[in-house]
C-alpha cells in the first residue's frame, strides 16, 4: 500500500432526514494533489467539513487516519494543529486587518511581555508573501487587494501554519483567467515542497492539468478514484461519472404546447457589485408561453445572478443589455417594476431572501401583490385571509391555518408559500430558482405538478437547477450556463446529462 | 411524504381550532376558539398585559388604594403622555429594526421654537403649534434622508441628532428658560372639558364621551366580526366575544367614573387617544404599515418583495419628528414654558415603552397598543414609587430591572421559537 497521509474510512454523515455521506472512502498520497469532482450536493463539502473537524468527531460515523495515526478533531482548531487548513470558497479574511495581521491572526507573534512583535510578523509575513509569488506589502490592508490576491494571502496564511495538507474549495471560481493560473502554478510549486493539496473544483481542465488523481463522488458516495495518469482517463469520463444517476421517473407528465414568445433576453451583461468583473455576459434566451426553460449551470456560473438582475436589476450593475415582454421591450429597473411588468423571481434560498419567517402564511403570501388587495392604502385583511386560503388549497400547504407561523413549516410547505405569494402577482414569466432545493421527494413531485399546472394555464416558467435529472424531467428546452456566458441550449429530446454536464464546464476559450 | 409542521410545536391544539376546510358559516358559533388558545396564542403579547394588571394591583395594595384615586389617575395620564406619543412613534421605528435617539432633543427643540413664537413675538398658540409641528417635520425629514438615502444607521443619525438639535435648542432659546405661556396654550396639557353638561364635582360629559366611545369600540367590533364570519374565518365563539367587551367596557367606564369624578375629561387624552386609533390602524390596516413590518421581519426578502425600502424608512422617521413635535408642543404646555434642559432623556423612556411593550429587539415584531401598555406601566410603577416615597435612585434601578427582564422574556421567547424550527 502506498505511503498515504490521509485516509477517510467509510465515512457516514446524517442530517436530520438526510444521510449526506454514506460510506465514503477517500485515500490521498503524500505529496499530490488530489482532485475531488461532483455535482453541487453531492456531498463533497460536508465530506472536507468532515475532515476539518467543522463536524466534529461523535457527529459521523467512520475513522480518519491522518499521516499514521487515527484521529477525532473536535474543532477546526484541532484539525488545523494536526497540519490540515482548508481554504473556504468565501475567503476568510478580515478586509480592515493587514496582511500580516491576518496571517497571524490567532497565532500572533509574540515578543516582550507578551505584546505582539510587529517587526516579526511583518518580516515573516514578507517572506511568506514571497513563497506565494505575492509582491505586496504587508501592512497593506487585505480589503483593498483582489480576490486573487486575497486568495494567495490565505495560502500564505495556510503555510505560516505548518500544512501538511491543504484543502481549497472551488479555488478558482471567482479568479479570471490570469490568476487562475498563477494560483494552479503555486498549488505545483506546494507539491513540490511535499505539501498534500485537495482541490475541490468544478472546473475540470484545471482538474485534468493539475491532479494525480481525482475522487468522484455523487449523491453522498464514493464513485471511483481516477489516476490521471491513466491515458483512458479525460473529461469525458470524469463527467458520465458525475452525472452517471438514473433517471427516475419522478416526475409527472406533461404534454407539451408551447406558445408565443412571452420573455426574451438579449445581450444581458452585468458586473459584480463590487469587483471589476463580469458575473453575467452576453446572455440571450428565450421562454415561450406554456414552456419550461431550464437553466443549468454549476456553483459560480452566476444563474443566480442572471435571474436576479433581470428581475428589477436586483443583483450586480447592471452593463448592458435588452428585456422583452411579449415582444416589447421592457426597462423595469426596480423590484416593483419588474413585478408589474409581469415577472416573478422566486428565490433559491427562501429562508433569507424569500420568506418572513416570523410571520403567519397569510401576510407572507400577500407581500409581494398587496397593491391587488388593498384599497387606498388599506390592506383588505379578509381578502387577504381569503387569497391565503386559496392559496392553502391549491398548493396543498399542510398548515394548521393561514395564520401559522412560516418558520414553523417544513421546507416543502415553505417553498409552497413561496410560490403561492408569487403567483398572487399574477405573473406571465415566473423563474424559480432552485425550487426544490433542500425539500424531501414527495414535495417535490408536488412542486412539479404545481409547475406543470402553471404552464397549463400558459404562464412561461424558467426553472434554474443543479440537478440535471430534474431538468430533463420537467423542462422543454434547457439552457446552459459556464462563467456567466449560455454555452449552449439543448431541446430536452436531445438532451442527456452528459451533453449538459459538458457545455457547463465549457471553459471560455472553446466558446464559439 | 411531507411533514407538516415543525416537530416541537403544539399542531394538536391549534387543529382543534382550524377551520375544517369548507365548514359553512351557517351559525355564529363556527370555528370559534376558546378563551385558552386566545391567551396561549401569544405569550409574548398577552404577557405584557398581564404584567400590567399585576403592576397596578400591586401598587394599589401598596398604596394602600391611593394609586388609584381619581386625582392620581389624571395625573399619571397628564404626566406620561409626552412619553406615550413619543413611544407610538418609537414603536414603529423600532418594528422597522431601526432606533430614534433624538426625540428628546426634538421635544426640547419643537417647545423651543413655539415659545419663541407664542411668548417672545406674541402670536397666538396656533401658530406656535403649526410652527412645532413643521420643524418637527422637518426633523424627521433631515433624519430620514440620512438613513434611508445615505444610508448611514439609524443609531448614528439620530445620535448625532440627538446633539444637533440639543445645540440648535440652546441656539433657539438663548441659553435661557422662556415662560409662562398663554392660557390659551396651556391648556393644551392641562385643560380639561368640564363641566359642559353640567355636574358638581362629576363631569357628566366625560362620561357621555366614554360611553360614545365603547358604543364604537363595540360597534366596530361587531361589525369585523360579521365580515370575518362572512369570510368563513375562525372568530371566539359569541359568548365571549360578548365577554371581551363587557370586560373592555367596564375597565374603560371605571377609568372615566374615576376621571369624571376628578377635574373631568383632560385635552390630552382625547390626543393621546386619538393618535392611538389613527396609528392602531396604520400599523395593523394599511399597506405602509404591512411594508414596516415586512422590512423589520426580513429586510432582503421584502426588497425582492417590491417594498421600495428607501421611501418606507423615509416616511417612518418624517413620522417619527412629527410626533416628536406633538410630544414638545404638549410637555411645553404642561411645563408652561421652554427650558433649554427640556425632555433630556424622553428617548430612553421612549425606547422603553417599545420594549417593554414587547417589541423585537431585532425588528419586524411590536405594536402600538403594546408600546402604550410598556410606558403606562413603567408610568405607574414611577408613580406608584414617588405616592410611597421611595428614594429616586431605587426608581431609576427599579425601572433599569423591569426594561431588562422585559427583554430578556423576549429573547428568551424568540429562543424557545427558534428552537421548535
Not at chain 1, 465530506?47 to 457527529?59: E, T
Not at chain 1, 406554456?290 to 428589477?312: D, W
Amino acid at each position: 500500500m502506498a505511503d498515504n497521509i490521509l485516509e477517510m474510512r467509510s465515512i457516514t454523515k446524517t442530517f436530520p432526514g438526510v444521510k449526506a455521506l454514506s460510506d465514503v472512502t477517500l485515500s490521498v498520497a503524500r505529496g499530490e494533489v488530489h482532485a475531488i469532482c461532483g455535482e453541487n450536493g453531492a456531498g463533497k463539502s460536508t465530506l472536507m467539513k468532515v475532515l476539518s473537524g467543522v463536524y466534529p468527531a461523535g457527529d459521523y460515523d467512520g475513522e480518519i487516519v491522518f499521516d499514521g495515526q487515527v484521529v477525532s478533531f473536535g474543532g477546526i482548531r484541532d484539525s488545523e494543529h494536526a497540519g490540515i487548513v482548508i481554504i473556504h470558497q468565501e475567503l476568510a479574511l478580515v478586509p480592515y486587518l493587514s496582511i500580516a495581521e491576518n496571517i497571524f491572526l490567532g497565532s500572533e507573534k509574540r515578543g516582550r511581555l507578551g505584546l505582539i512583535d510587529w517587526n516579526l510578523a511583518n518580516a515573516e509575513a514578507a517572506e511568506l508573501l514571497r513563497s506565494v509569488g505575492l509582491d505586496e506589502n504587508p501592512v497593506t490592508p487585505v480589503g483593498q487587494l483582489g480576490v486573487g490576491k486575497q486568495q494567495l494571502v490565505e495560502i500564505a496564511k495556510a503555510l505560516s501554519k505548518d500544512v501538511k495538507l491543504l484543502i481549497l474549495d472551488e479555488p478558482t471560481a471567482a479568479l479570471n483567467d490570469t490568476d487562475s493560473a498563477h494560483l494552479l502554478g503555486l498549488i505545483r510549486g506546494l507539491k513540490d515542497r511535499g505539501i498534500t493539496s485537495i482541490i475541490i473544483s468544478h472546473k475540470l481542465n484545471e482538474i485534468d492539468a493539475i491532479a494525480d488523481h481525482t475522487t468522484i463522488i455523487r449523491d453522498g458516495q464514493t464513485v471511483e478514484t481516477l489516476d490521471m495518469a491513466d491515458p483512458t482517463v479525460d473529461i469525458d469520463r470524469i463527467i458520465r461519472l458525475m452525472v452517471g444517476r438514473a433517471l427516475d421517473s419522478y416526475y409527472p407528465e406533461r404534454e407539451s404546447h408551447p406558445g408565443a414568445e412571452v420573455l426574451r433576453v438579449e445581450g444581458w451583461t452585468v458586473k459584480h457589485p463590487s469587483q471589476d468583473r463580469l458575473v453575467v455576459d452576453h446572455a440571450t434566451f428565450d421562454v415561450r408561453a406554456g414552456e419550461v426553460v431550464g437553466i443549468a449551470g454549476l456553483m459560480g456560473a452566476g444563474r443566480t445572478e442572471l435571474a436576479m438582475s433581470i428581475f428589477g436589476r436586483s443583483y450586480g450593475t447592471f452593463v448592458e443589455g435588452r428585456i422583452f415582454l411579449h415582444g416589447k421591450e421592457t426597462k423595469a429597473r426596480s423590484v416593483s417594476e419588474a413585478i408589474h411588468a409581469g415577472i416573478a423571481y422566486a428565490t433559491e434560498d427562501r429562508k433569507k431572501y424569500g420568506l418572513n419567517l416570523i410571520d403567519d402564511i397569510a401576510r407572507n403570501n400577500s407581500a409581494a401583490a398587496l397593491d391587488k388587495l388593498s384599497r387606498r392604502g388599506f390592506v383588505d385583511a379578509n381578502e387577504e385571509t381569503k387569497a391565503a386560503e386559496e392559496g392553502r388549497r391549491s398548493m396543498n400547504i399542510k398548515a394548521p391555518t393561514v395564520k401559522s407561523i412560516v418558520g414553523k413549516l417544513s421546507g416543502g410547505n415553505q417553498q409552497k408559500v413561496v410560490l403561492s405569494k408569487w403567483l398572487l402577482t399574477d405573473p406571465d414569466v415566473l423563474i424559480l430558482d432552485e425550487p426544490t432545493r433542500g425539500i424531501d421527494v414527495g414535495a417535490k413531485y408536488e412542486i412539479y405538478t404545481i409547475i406543470n399546472k402553471l404552464v397549463a394555464a400558459g404562464k412561461a416558467v424558467v426553472v434554474i437547477s443543479s440537478e440535471l435529472p430534474e431538468l430533463l424531467g420537467i423542462c422543454d428546452r434547457v439552457f446552459t450556463l459556464s462563467a456567466g456566458r449560455i454555452t449552449g441550449q439543448v431541446p430536452v429530446a436531445e438532451a442527456t446529462q452528459e451533453r449538459l454536464m459538458t457545455l457547463m464546464t465549457q471553459e471560455k476559450e472553446l466558446v464559439g | 411524504m411531507t411533514r407538516s409542521v415543525g416537530p416541537t410545536s403544539e399542531p394538536q391544539a391549534e387543529d382543534a381550532t382550524a377551520p375544517k376546510d369548507v365548514a359553512p358559516a351557517a351559525a355564529l358559533g363556527v370555528g370559534t376558539s376558546d378563551i385558552r388558545t386566545l391567551l396561549t396564542r401569544n405569550l409574548r403579547t398577552s404577557g405584557i398585559y398581564i404584567a400590567f394588571v399585576v403592576v397596578v394591583a400591586l401598587f394599589a395594595i401598596l398604596t394602600g388604594g391611593t394609586s388609584l384615586s381619581p386625582g392620581n389617575i389624571t395625573n399619571i395620564v397628564l404626566q406620561y403622555a409626552y412619553i406615550l406619543i413619543l413611544a407610538i412613534g418609537m414603536v414603529i421605528v423600532i418594528i422597522a429594526g431601526h432606533i430614534d435617539l433624538s426625540v428628546g432633543s426634538v421635544v426640547a427643540v419643537t417647545g423651543a421654537t413655539s415659545a419663541v413664537l407664542v411668548i417672545r413675538h406674541d402670536q397666538p398658540w396656533w401658530v406656535g403649534v403649526l410652527a412645532a409641528l413643521g420643524v418637527g417635520l422637518l426633523i424627521g425629514a433631515w433624519h430620514g434622508f440620512w438613513v434611508a438615502f445615505v444610508g448611514i444607521p439609524a443609531f448614528i443619525v439620530t445620535l448625532a441628532g440627538m446633539l444637533l438639535f440639543r445645540g440648535l435648542t440652546l441656539q433657539v432659546l438663548s441659553n435661557v428658560s422662556l415662560s409662562p405661556f398663554t392660557p390659551e396654550y396651556g391648556k393644551i396639557a392641562s385643560g380639561f372639558s368640564n363641566g359642559l353638561l353640567g355636574g358638581n364635582g362629576f363631569d357628566a360629559f366625560t362620561i357621555l364621551i366614554f360611553v360614545v366611545a365603547v358604543v364604537a369600540y363595540a360597534y366596530s367590533q361587531f361589525r369585523t366580526r360579521v365580515a370575518r364570519v362572512r369570510y368563513n374565518q375562525p372568530v371566539p365563539s359569541f359568548p365571549l366575544f360578548v365577554a371581551q367587551i363587557v370586560v373592555v367596557a367596564a375597565v374603560v367606564m371605571a377609568f372615566a367614573y374615576q376621571l369624571a369624578t376628578a377635574r373631568g375629561l383632560p385635552y390630552v387624552l382625547v390626543i393621546l387617544a386619538v393618535l392611538i386609533m389613527v396609528y392602531g390602524v396604520v400599523t395593523k390596516r394599511t399597506v405602509f404599515g404591512r411594508q414596516v413590518y415586512a422590512i423589520g421581519g426580513n429586510l432582503a426578502a421584502a426588497t425582492l418583495s417590491g417594498v421600495k425600502v428607501k421611501a418606507v424608512n423615509f416616511w417612518i422617521f418624517v413620522n417619527m419628528g412629527f410626533l416628536a413635535a406633538v410630544a414638545g408642543v404638549v410637555f411645553s404646555s404642561r411645563s408652561n414654558g421652554a427650558q433649554p434642559g427640556a425632555g433630556n432623556s424622553f428617548e430612553l423612556d421612549a425606547i422603553a415603552a417599545a420594549f417593554i411593550g414587547g417589541a423585537a429587539v431585532t425588528g419586524g415584531v411590536g405594536t402600538v397598543v403594546g408600546a402604550m401598555v410598556g410606558g403606562l406601566l413603567v408610568g405607574v410603577m414611577s408613580n406608584g414609587m414617588q405616592l410611597m416615597g421611595i428614594d429616586q435612585s431605587i426608581q431609576s434601578m427599579v425601572k433599569g430591572l423591569v426594561l431588562l427582564l422585559a427583554v430578556a422574556f423576549d429573547v428568551y421567547n424568540k429562543r424557545r421559537a427558534g428552537s421548535s424550527r
